[in-house]
């Protein structure tokens, strides 16, 4: 069974900048990856004393090799929030990140029958603790490592229900048009890496209300972000960026085709 966009939808991701795909995978598939998500965040944690730890506008960081764990703000600095890139620490993620009703609709956006990884994270956020994301494109992180910015398209893999009381994923629809967007300079030292507000138009956000095991699909220059988790629910995700086959992945510049099995 292929799992190609439709014209539809491919018409939809140049317009909007984003396709979602409600409850692609079964509800014993998201039982098998919230062990591996929660296997890796634990392999994580028990190597975290091995890294070099730094904060950043007051957030703490550890880089272990071409790991980087982010954590969350005090007090709550004790939670992990981003896991990037995720793959090297569970062997379990190359199975999500081949999986057909993945990797056929990136070939879509790519216009390639083959793929390899840019950079796979895992998004925590935990209940009552899990802070938000501003609004922020991922093309300014990128555009500088990247042989071809323009081919790094993403897919957001949700593993627990998802509405804005835990923080669901939201976008600038049709945000992505504009390209890379200046930053906001505020004097911080990660302000420059959220869009500046003069450049999009918070009424065209998307609130993307999604069931464990939905897919979003979306475009490196999209404005996205999200809320805190608020509520007592878990709000975990794993973020998926590919581009075309034999191009060195982010941080390490190793290659890493995508084996469809």
């Known amino acids: 069974m292929s799992y190609f966009f439709s014209e539809i939808e491919q018409q ?12 692609q995978f ?3 598939e998201i039982i098998s990856f919230r062990k591996i998500f929660e296997a890796t965040v634990e392999k994580a944690h ?5 890294g070099k730890e730094y904060f950043l506008d007051k957030k ?3 880089d272990i090799d071409y790991l980087t764990l ?4 005090e ?3 004790q939670y992990l929030k981003v896991i990037e890139p995720a793959h090297y620490l569970h062997d379990g993620l190359d199975g999500i990140t081949s999986d057909s009703r993945i990797t056929d609709p990136i070939k879509s ?13 895992l998004n925590l956020k935990r209940p009552k603790v899990g802070s938000g994301f501003g609004w922020h494109q991922d093309s300014p992180y990128w555009v500088h490592d990247s042989e071809d910015v323009e081919s790094l398209p993403n897919v957001y893999i949700c593993l627990d229900d998802a509405d804005q009381s835990n923080g669901c994923f939201s976008v600038i629809k049709g945000s992505h048009k504009q390209g890379c967007l200046p930053g906001t300079f505020d004097n911080s030292q990660l302000g420059g890496f959220y869009t500046d507000k003069d450049y999009f138009n918070t009424a065209d956000a998307v609130d993307l209300v999604a069931s464990a095991g939905s897919l979003i699909f979306f475009n490196q220059h999209i404005v996205h972000g999200s809320t805190p988790n608020n509520s007592d629910q ?13 191009r060195a992945m982010l941080k390490s510049r190793k290659v890493k085709n995508i084996k469809i099995v």
């Open 70 to 73: 982010q954590y969350e703000p």
């Open 75 to 77: 007090p709550h600095d």
């Open 26 to 28: 079964s509800q014993e």
């Open 12 to 23: 939809q991701y140049l317009d909007d900048g984003f396709v979602f795909r409600e409850s």
């Open 46 to 50: 028990s190597i975290s004393d091995k």
């Open 109 to 121: 956006i790519l216009s390639t029958s083959e793929i390899s990884l840019w950079t796979d994270k």
């Open 234 to 246: 878990e709000r975990r995700a794993y973020i998926v960026t590919y581009q075309p086959k034999d």
């Open 60 to 62: 703490r960081f550890v």
